[in-house]
């Protein structure tokens, strides 16, 4: 349904397994777009003795003062499963303001429909959108088998008071011949001419109405139509066919689509549906998943203008997930010709094609029969040719064409015309074994004398990443929300003249939905761009939000920014107060050289404190201006910096932090007292930096630990690929968490084809590491929920040169722990001739391709099954004075096959004696990124690459041991990672 500003999924879940089975719940999605959708919590869960064995399917209905209702079956609480009832069960909303509609009771009055005793108690469920007739009552309808004769009825109901005292019509509104139960019923108006829905309460002249039934087989089933004349006085519909489960049936989809449901959109007035893609491998390979059945695209919904079937089409949204295009005219198809459509994705692609017959009368006449016709289609699939066909498609087809899936057309000569048939035909769809390949097809209702054959293809290859392609700003939580802001060109992938802030919100950092931009140029002091910045919670618990703006004449000043309405949970809308810019370049600063305003503290004189990312003119130096304020609107710039550096240049995405001196719990931005210490990170020379010190707000003064060098020896969030970075407190959960830029290391020209250039690494958590010295960063627990199949090994020995490949989950997109010792490492070991190790030393001497005593070992992730590419995440051990050196590193030397890729070795050391400690390693791999956290967390590696063979289900893992020694693998443990709901659908 729609509903204040959002479109509601509700779908039947079970939270233990893929599979269908006692204590199924209402999973609930929420999207403003109806493509890029955010999990909430469930909407109903078993919790009544009427639903306590499972909540059904159902539907929502809006009632006349805009309060919407669900109806859906419950299964009541009977110890044997046999006498186990289905009942309707009545949910309403705990806080209808709630656009999210996060919450739901169920009344006292519950159940409040009940099967009768000519209905079979197991056959009674998935009640319909309720309609309000002319004389005030409500309706519905609810799919039911007969006791005694077995035949499938929709039952219909009426209601005098807001859906709550039910009663039961005398007759069915339909009753079926087939002995078949009728499913998710569906009954609605359509109009007769136009494309516009309306709402289901609609009975006039210039409506029909349709009513779909789910009828369920072996494999899936079907949902089918008819269409007729329904009035609301007697309660009487006249279908101009009758229902049959046959092929002569009207079916809303002819391949694997099931119980389907369709709602009126209010907001673009449109009919919408949308079904379940039924599973065609195995209960192994759903376990394996980790669900069974997917959502089909949303699709509108219209009468033909014959008035005998429904139209249907892709909402027009689809549209915008639309990138790069290839067009081809007036081609010539010769008889058995085929070419290939390169230039997009082919495994995630939108076709549209049409075909015209230039000679039609040559095609040989057959007899008038449709089993003639089914027999051509259905029996012999597209392997058996025609005159005319077959002629079409070919999608996720192999280089070999051993694997394809041939969507096609077939033109037969009839008595008094042609039939166009239609057809998919999945014989050769996989090489797989123990998976349903099974023709397709129908009739189309066109003469092709008169009309192109056309065709639309929606090519969907379920391959998803489980992170979002952003880069990002000032996040919060607030009321229940994660807040991700981010920077963001709404004209083209790279950074530009109109950049604004994007907004997507999140329960659990991991599901995001996307909503409008926060901020756009609007006025004087940001007309020509939103650039980065900080949110700032204020102690009355409302957000605000300090911005960079690029004024009139293009000189960047600090912009303040509030909701419109802080009561709302999604902070949808923002204001620009009067009186800003409220902090402009300092004269010793460059009008190009002042942004990134932080998060803003508060010191024990009740000032407000903020800092801005500056450069001094005419010198290399970078510092961090602090301002002051008393009410968060006019600000002064303190005497001198908070610190600055001669040798690094302009420093950017300030952050400026406390955090705890014991634990890992994270600390608002204002606390300062003995237990903490404060971290200074700044962004320069594509690395983010960091010093750990002491912060005096009485003084204002910041003493660091170290000073930034603008060398190998600066402390780094990531040692790898990672930029611009952006901390904030959880209150929900007492953390710091960081999040960063990982940036491209391809073309322009690929960005565009993309449509977008950076992604967002994974939410980290950080705290103090126990020498006080360095920060420890860990993948947020919430990551752990996309974990799916699991292997797992114990101790192995890995003998010098040795490989071994983990199989059994999906290398492509994995989690993977790993620990190793070293049992013999008093022995000979190679020697540094320097006590130092820097980056510099890694990058030079160390990949890994060069062996060494003990290492290189590690991972080789999205590995090509020839080893042709691969991305090794190794360790090497050097004897260095009285102990040793671990060096961890990431060698993207092999990590594609593709030209123009920027492939580095990136590495650090990390602070461990592996004498008295085990070398650990997670690695994230998502399709193109990894990224590698060393020691528990000490150190941080992120690669981008670019596998053009590693992909999917080609890319590999492996364990290996490149060095002379044999290390031992102590523990292994590697999930499949599933998809997370994120704002893109690009993969």
């Known amino acids: 349904m729609y509903y204040k500003g959002f479109y509601h999924l509700f779908y039947q879940h079970n939270p233990l397994s893929p599979e269908f089975s006692r204590s199924i719940i209402w999973g609930h999605s929420v999207s403003q777009d109806m493509v890029n959708w955010i999990q909430l919590p469930p909407a109903l869960s078993p919790s009544e003795s009427y639903d306590i064995n499972s909540c059904w399917s159902g539907s929502a209905t809006i009632l006349p003062d805009g309060k919407p209702v669900i109806l859906y079956t419950g299964i009541d609480n009977q110890e044997r499963r046999e006498d186990r009832r289905q009942v309707t069960v009545l949910a309403v909303p705990k806080d209808a303001s709630d656009p999210l509609l996060r919450e739901w009771v169920k009344p006292k009055q519950n159940p409040v429909m009940d099967p009768s005793e000519d209905v079979l108690h197991y056959c009674f469920r998935d009640p319909t959108t309720a309609w309000l007739g002319q004389d005030g009552r409500w309706r519905v309808l609810i799919g039911a088998k007969e006791r005694d004769s077995r035949r499938g009825v929709a039952l219909l109901y009426h209601s005098t008071d807001e859906c709550v005292q039910w009663t039961r019509y005398q007759e069915p509104l339909l009753v079926s011949q087939s002995n078949e139960m009728l499913e998710c019923v569906d009954f609605f108006p359509v109009k007769l001419t136009g494309k516009e829905g309306v709402d289901t309460s609609v009975n006039n002249a210039s409506v029909r109405h349709v009513l779909k039934v789910s009828f369920e087989e072996e494999l899936g089933g079907k949902d089918c139509y008819v269409i007729g004349s329904y009035c609301s006085e007697t309660d009487r519909f006249v279908p101009d066919s009758e229902l049959t489960y046959t092929r002569a049936a009207l079916r809303y989809d002819d391949g694997w689509f099931y119980a389907s449901k369709s709602f009126f959109d209010s907001a673009k007035n449109r009919r919408i549906n949308w079904g379940w ?170 003469d092709p004398r008169h009309e192109k054959i056309s065709l639309r293809c929606l090519v969907r290859y379920i391959w998803p990443s489980f992170r979002c392609y952003l880069l990002f700003l000032g996040p919060l939580y607030y009321k229940g929300f994660y807040h991700l802001f981010y920077q963001h060109n709404p004209l083209n992938p790279f950074f530009g003249d109109i950049m604004v802030w994007g907004h997507s919100v999140s329960q659990d950092l991991v599901n995001w939905i996307k909503l409008e931009p926060a901020l756009s140029p609007s006025v004087p002091s940001d007309i020509n761009s939103c650039w980065s910045g900080s949110t700032t919670i204020l102690p009355d618990g409302k957000p605000v939000i300090l911005y960079t703006g690029s004024d009139t004449n293009k000189h960047q000043v600090t912009v303040l920014a509030e909701p419109k309405d802080p009561s709302d949970p999604l902070l949808r809308e923002w204001v620009k107060p009067k009186g800003n810019p409220v902090m402009v370049p300092p004269s010793n600063v460059p009008v190009d050289c002042f942004r990134d305003p932080t998060t803003a503290w508060q010191g024990h004189d009740g000032k407000w404190r903020a800092l801005v990312g500056a450069k001094e003119k005419d010198s290399n130096k970078g510092m961090a201006i602090l301002y002051h304020s008393d009410d968060f609107v006019q600000w002064t710039k303190f005497l001198v910096p908070l610190l600055e550096s001669q040798v690094t240049g302009m420093w950017e995405c300030v952050d400026f932090f406390p955090v705890a001196v014991t634990g890992k719990e994270g600390l608002d931005t204002s606390v300062n007292n003995s237990s903490v210490r404060h971290v200074l990170k700044t962004s320069y020379g594509g690395n983010d930096c960091y010093v750990i010190g002491t912060y005096s707000s009485e003084t204002d003064v910041f003493s660091a630990d170290s000073e930034f060098t603008n060398t190998a020896e600066d402390l780094r969030y990531d040692y790898g690929n990672l930029f611009a970075s952006k901390a904030f407190f959880d209150s929900a959960k007492n953390r710091r968490i960081s999040w960063g830029w990982i940036m491209e290391r391809d073309s322009n020209e690929d960005d565009i084809v993309k449509g977008w250039a950076g992604i967002m690494a994974i939410p980290r958590e950080i705290w103090l590491e126990k020498s006080g010295k360095k920060l420890m ?117 092999k990590s594609s096959l593709r030209d123009n890729i920027e492939k580095a070795t990136l590495g650090t050391s990390l602070d461990i004696d592996p004498r008295h400690e085990k070398i650990s390693l997670r690695c994230l791999i998502d399709h193109s990124v990894i990224e590698s956290y060393g020691g528990g967390g000490r150190s941080v590696i992120t690669s981008r690459v670019y596998p053009k063979m590693a992909i999917g289900e080609e890319a590999r893992l492996y364990v290996f041991n490149h060095g002379t020694k044999a290390v031992t693998m102590s523990s292994l443990e590697a999930w499949s990672m599933r998809k997370a709901q994120i704002n893109s659908n690009e993969t």
């Not at 059945?293 to 919904?301: K, T």
């Not at 139209?311 to 790069?324: C, S, Y």
């Not at 597209?382 to 070919?394: D, R, W």
């Not at 050097?878 to 961890?888: D, E, W």
Request: proline share 3%.
């Open 777 to 893: 960063q860990w993948p947020v627990e919430e990551i752990n929920n996309l974990r799916a199949k699991n292997v797992s090994l114990d101790s192995k020995q890995l003998e010098g040169g040795s490989i071994l490949e983990i199989s059994g989950i999906t290398a492509s997109q994995a989690d993977i722990e790993v620990a190793f010792d070293l049992p013999d490492l008093e022995n000979d070991t190679e020697a540094l001739d320097s006590e130092e190790v820097d980056q510099a030393t890694i990058i030079d001497g160390y990949s890994a391709s060069v062996k060494g005593f003990y290492g290189p070992f590690g991972l080789l992730a999205l590995a090509s099954n020839d080893l042709s590419e691969h991305t090794a995440i190794f360790f090497r051990v050097i004897r260095r004075g009285n102990g040793y050196a671990v060096l961890m590193c990431s060698d993207e030397s």
């Open 277 to 446: 893609v039924v599973e065609t491998d195995s209960r192994e390979d759903d376990i394996e998943k980790g669900w069974a059945g997917l959502l089909a695209l949303p699709r509108q919904m219209w009468l033909d203008t014959s008035g005998k079937r429904l139209m249907q089409w892709p909402i027009q949204e689809i549209n915008n997930l639309r990138t790069r295009q290839v067009s081809f005219h007036n081609r010539q198809l010769e008889g058995g010709s085929m070419f290939e459509i390169t230039g997009i994705t082919a495994a995630q692609a939108d076709v549209e094609v049409t075909f015209d017959l230039p000679v039609l009368e040559d095609n040989p006449r057959i007899r008038d029969s449709t089993h003639v016709a089914d027999a051509v289609l259905f029996n012999r699939g597209n392997s058996l040719g025609c005159v005319y066909g077959p002629f079409g498609l070919l999608a996720l087809a192999s280089n070999d064409l051993s694997e394809q899936t041939a969507i096609f057309f077939k033109i037969i000569r009839r008595e008094n015309g042609y039939s166009v048939i239609m057809g998919s035909d999945e014989n050769r769809s996989s090489l797989r074994d123990n998976v349903h390949k099974i023709p397709h097809g129908t009739f189309l209702d066109i």
